[in-house]
């Protein structure tokens, strides 16, 4: 039996142990890095601080399993990262010697942040990200966190939701093509998407 139910601060280890077993395009990025956070630093876990009312984890008998993150407001979420969430991690990873050449790759991003199409944006104002472990998967879970988070924004006025999917999550594009998400661009390995709420 999978429930879904809101976030409660208790869930961010959670956060961030599904975003690294899911951050290789859907497969386990563990091997690739030497601190395991990094990825749900980027991803996850600055939802469940920073905007906790807009994440949503499926959870089963062995505990939080999945999970759906996002904003209504793009724009306005990079200003609060910039503001509260991306100054503590770059004293963190002043210094990277040590680290793997994945996790160099997501401290640079720490370091100058990935920042969505402005169009795509202005068009879909929402974001999400969504992963789920493999237990979880082909039984309609994402389905189900995708529609009440979804259910949720439009009821609250949002116009529209973007996320970008890496190419190579093969699974995940055909996900969120068959959720309705319609693709607006490929931008090196990322493949956008946009769902019209009006």
């Keep these: 039996m999978v429930t ?3 976030y409660r601060s208790s869930d961010l280890e959670a956060l961030y142990h599904i975003c690294l077993v899911t951050g290789d395009a859907g497969r386990d990025a563990s091997a690739l890095h030497k601190d395991p956070q990094l990825i749900g630093h980027l991803y996850a876990a600055p939802y469940g601080v920073l905007e906790p009312d807009r994440v949503l984890v499926a959870e089963d008998a062995a505990g939080v399993a999945g999970y ?3 904003t209504y407001d793009t724009e306005r979420f990079a200003a609060r990262l ?3 969430w991306w100054p503590a991690l770059r004293q963190r990873y002043a210094d990277t010697s040590g680290l793997t050449e994945a996790d160099r790759g997501r401290v640079a991003a720490i370091l100058r942040p990935h920042v969505s199409p402005a169009d795509l944006v202005a068009a879909y104002p929402a974001h999400i990200h969504m ?3 493999e ?3 082909g039984q309609r879970v994402g389905s189900r966190l995708l529609q009440a988070w979804r259910d949720q924004a439009k009821a609250d006025g949002v116009g529209g939701i973007h996320l970008g999917a890496s190419a190579g999550n ?3 594009v055909a996900f969120w093509t ?3 998400f319609v693709p607006q661009r490929q931008v090196g ?3 956008w998407f946009g769902m019209d709420l009006a």
């Design 135 to 137: 237990r979880l998967r």
């Design 131 to 133: 992963n789920l472990l």
């Design 82 to 84: 910039e503001a509260e």
């Design 178 to 180: 068959r959720s309705g």
């Design 189 to 191: 390995s990322t493949v």
């Design 68 to 70: 759906i993150v996002g």
């Design 4 to 6: 879904l139910r809101p």
């Design 170 to 172: 093969s699974g995940g």
